[in-house]
């Protein structure tokens, strides 16, 4: 009988001439159980110790597994036509290399990987084109403030629309403007922006939008009359621009409950990601790129 995929399951056959028992072990029983450990060294981060006294193999035979699967490519199919809601970000390994992500923010199940040599247009705009071919078509986007992906996301889905990471935008304003700023009109601004992540209902944005436009109405003049060569006109034009930019696209999750207002949930994986890899450092630039392969694959 036929159990499972451990290989220590075996299909037995009985003999009625002979009455002898032969046991025959399935090719694929083995196969499986081995892409079982290397599985577990991925997601569980468990080192090649730990997966011997488990599975009672060598360090030279799960060294082997190891780069066997190492060296296959994973076989994704993902129906992307039902996929509406997306969250993307990027994270760089090293000075090498960039990880491109997709999320379903329904589930948030990775959809979509990309290790490209930085996060430029062109790399993202060639990925973007190809998912559009297999049938990606999402409603909206979480992204971050990156110009050159908002580029390129528009240009391959123009009518999908774009909500920004409230998180990333604070934190950008908040890093222009300082912790200790020194004009009234920078502590104000940073005031308003402390607010921005605790927007929950179409009131509160209203008030955001009213406290800003009152903020521009009363301080423009002053930040256009600073000279040109101080820091606190630099600070503060960055941040008016930033805001200006993003307004239009910063509060579509307060009427769609599925749309996340922030990129976290994607963040929170890279975070897992990178130290998972580190308990595994070491590996080639190859298997490297190979293994945020499976680690993305593993977690779709």
Same mark, same amino acid.
């Given at each position: 009988?036929?159990?499972?995929?451990?290989?220590?399951?075996?299909? @037995?056959?009985?003999?009625?001439?002979?009455?002898?028992?032969?046991?025959?072990?399935?090719?694929?029983?083995? +196969?499986?159980?081995?892409?079982?450990?290397?599985?577990?060294?991925?997601?569980?981060? $468990?080192? #090649?110790?730990?997966?011997?006294?488990?599975?009672?193999?060598?360090? $030279?035979?799960?060294?082997?597994?190891?780069?066997?699967?190492?060296?296959?490519?994973?076989?994704?199919?993902?129906?992307?036509?039902?996929?509406?809601? #997306?969250?993307?970000?990027?994270?760089?390994?090293?000075?090498?290399? $960039?990880?491109?992500?997709?999320?379903?923010?329904?589930?948030?199940? +990775?959809?979509?990987?990309?290790?490209?040599?930085?996060?430029?247009?062109?790399?993202?705009?060639?990925?973007?084109?190809?998912?559009?071919?297999?049938?990606?078509?999402?409603?909206?986007?979480?992204?971050?403030?990156?110009?050159?992906? +908002?580029?390129?996301?528009?240009?391959?889905?123009?009518?999908?629309?774009?909500?920004?990471?409230?998180?990333?935008?604070?934190?950008?304003?908040?890093?222009?403007?300082?912790?200790?700023?020194?004009?009234?009109?920078?502590?104000?601004?940073?005031? +308003?922006?402390?607010?921005? $992540?605790?927007?929950?209902?179409?009131?509160?944005?209203?008030?955001?939008?009213?406290?800003?436009?009152?903020?521009?109405?009363?301080? @423009?003049?002053?930040?256009?009359?600073?000279?040109?060569?101080?820091?606190?006109?630099?600070?503060?034009?960055?941040?008016? #621009?930033?805001?200006?930019?993003?307004?239009?696209?910063?509060?579509?999750?307060?009427?769609?409950?599925?749309?996340?207002?922030?990129?976290?949930?994607?963040?929170?994986?890279?975070?897992?990601?990178?130290?998972?890899?580190?308990?595994?450092?070491?590996?080639?630039?190859?298997?490297?790129?190979?293994?945020?392969?499976?680690?993305?694959?593993?977690?779709?």
């Amino acid at each position: 009988m036929l159990y499972g995929t451990d290989p220590s399951h075996k299909q @037995r056959f009985h003999c009625l001439q002979c009455h002898r028992t032969f046991i025959w072990k399935a090719k694929y029983n083995s +196969i499986a159980q081995y892409q079982h450990w290397f599985e577990l060294w991925i997601t569980e981060s $468990c080192s #090649v110790r730990r997966l011997r006294k488990l599975s009672g193999y060598s360090a $030279c035979k799960i060294h082997g597994i190891k780069n066997y699967w190492l060296g296959q490519i994973p076989k994704e199919d993902i129906d992307y036509s039902k996929v509406r809601y #997306v969250i993307y970000d990027a994270t760089y390994f090293h000075k090498d290399g $960039c990880l491109l992500n997709l999320m379903n923010a329904t589930n948030q199940k +990775i959809i979509a990987h990309t290790y490209v040599q930085n996060e430029s247009f062109e790399e993202s705009y060639d990925w973007f084109i190809n998912l559009k071919h297999q049938g990606l078509n999402p409603m909206f986007l979480t992204t971050d403030g990156e110009r050159s992906i +908002i580029r390129a996301l528009k240009l391959v889905w123009p009518g999908a629309r774009l909500q920004r990471c409230l998180f990333h935008l604070k934190r950008e304003g908040m890093r222009w403007l300082r912790t200790y700023p020194k004009t009234e009109a920078g502590k104000e601004l940073r005031t +308003i922006l402390a607010t921005l $992540c605790k927007i929950k209902t179409l009131q509160e944005r209203d008030i955001f939008i009213q406290m800003y436009t009152d903020w521009v109405r009363k301080y @423009r003049e002053f930040v256009l009359s600073l000279p040109r060569t101080t820091i606190a006109l630099k600070d503060l034009k960055r941040t008016m #621009v930033l805001i200006n930019n993003a307004l239009p696209d910063m509060f579509h999750y307060l009427t769609d409950s599925n749309v996340p207002s922030t990129t976290n949930s994607l963040e929170s994986f890279h975070s897992r990601l990178k130290s998972d890899y580190q308990r595994h450092r070491g590996l080639t630039k190859e298997h490297r790129i190979q293994y945020i392969r499976w680690y993305c694959y593993y977690h779709k």
